[in-house]
């Protein structure tokens, strides 16, 4: 397995390269990007301006190792506003489209919700109408991302919709598409499951990994720690990956970082994620 760092884990702000040079002076293989409503990488950003984010990451000896996006929960393809779902599809579609020219196999997507807690004013949705927008939209795109030979991965987030690995199982099979998986946040599972269940059960339909750690006590967001530090039977989770024979990339995701020395962060979660994988030599 490769070991990767999501750019949300480093100093709000940071521009492209100075995250990747932190990343490859940590030990990292990649880095995961984030599509952005504007900025460096951005719902305008042309190929050219893509291509050449690509060049300098790679010119630094880094992989790109997926690409995320923060947009879907401004815009969801559950919505209510048909204007809001259809301008989910568009993001999908522009990260599809990014993530085919940056060389990235896998995009990182959030099919919607029916509620989120730590949204102030979130709308709730219908279950039901929630599940049938989803299935309706992923069927869809799953064509866009097979003409682009990218995959998306539907990441278990805290969006109060497929809440089980069953579930998850079934609207991907649903979906019957190759092109369309599981993007899988072991730290998201831990308040409510197991993650080592939920890989055994996705099985081959998991297409990426985020590493993160929760502690069940803390409760809320203030649950997730530092990597280690939290109730992820790591240990578990390796041999689940390995049974499922997984061998793409785990991407540390650690929000928020430090408020002192932030860049210290990416150091030590470079070095949990070594004695993880069974990188360190004690």
């Known amino acids: 397995m490769k070991k990767g760092i999501n750019i949300w884990s480093f100093r709000e702000g940071?521009?492209?390269?100075?995250?990747?040079?932190?990343?490859?002076?940590?030990?990292?293989?990649?880095?995961?990007?984030?599509?952005?409503?504007?900025?460096?990488?951005?719902?305008?950003?042309?190929?050219?301006?893509?291509?050449?984010i690509k060049n300098s990451i790679q010119e630094m000896g880094l992989e790109i190792a997926g690409l995320?996006?923060?947009?879907?929960?401004?815009?969801?393809?559950?919505?209510?506003?048909?204007?809001?779902?259809?301008?989910?599809?568009?993001?999908?579609k522009k990260q599809l489209e990014l993530a085919a020219t940056l060389g990235v196999d896998t995009i990182l997507v959030i099919p919607g919700a029916v509620g989120v807690?730590?949204?102030?004013?979130?709308?709730?949705?219908?279950?039901?109408?929630?599940?049938?927008?989803?299935?309706?939209?992923?069927?869809?795109?799953?064509?866009?991302a097979k003409m682009?030979?990218?995959?998306?991965?539907?990441?278990?987030?805290?969006?109060?919709?497929?809440?089980?690995?069953?579930?998850?199982?079934s609207f991907i099979d649903a979906v019957g598409?190759?092109?369309?998986?599981?993007?899988?946040?072991?730290?998201?599972?831990?308040?409510?499951?197991?993650?080592?269940?939920?890989?055994?059960?996705?099985g081959h339909r998991v297409k990426k990994v985020h590493f993160k750690d929760y502690r069940r006590a803390?409760?809320?967001?203030?649950g997730f720690v530092d990597l280690l530090a939290g109730d992820v039977d790591y240990p578990a989770v390796m041999e689940a990956l390995q049974e499922i024979g997984y061998s793409n990339y785990v991407t540390g995701e650690m929000i928020p970082p430090y408020t002192h020395y932030s860049e210290q962060i990416i150091f030590n979660t470079s070095a949990a994620m070594d004695a993880i994988l069974g990188r360190t030599s004690y």
């Open 14 to 52: 940071t521009e492209i390269e100075e995250c990747a040079r932190l990343a490859k002076a940590a030990g990292f293989d990649g880095i995961e990007l984030s599509l952005n409503e504007s900025g460096e990488l951005g719902l305008q950003t042309t190929v050219k301006e893509a291509i050449k």
């Open 68 to 92: 995320a996006t923060g947009l879907y929960w401004s815009y969801a393809m559950t919505s209510e506003s048909a204007a809001n779902r259809t301008k989910a599809i568009d993001v999908c």
């Open 117 to 144: 807690d730590f949204i102030e004013g979130c709308e709730i949705v219908d279950y039901e109408k929630a599940y049938d927008r989803a299935l309706k939209a992923i069927s869809e795109l799953a064509q866009d």
């Open 148 to 169: 682009a030979g990218v995959s998306i991965g539907i990441e278990n987030v805290w969006n109060k919709f497929l809440l089980s690995p069953l579930e998850l199982r």
């Open 177 to 202: 598409s190759n092109y369309v998986g599981s993007y899988l946040d072991v730290g998201n599972i831990v308040h409510s499951g197991y993650p080592e269940q939920w890989i055994r059960i996705l």
């Open 218 to 222: 803390a409760g809320g967001l203030h």
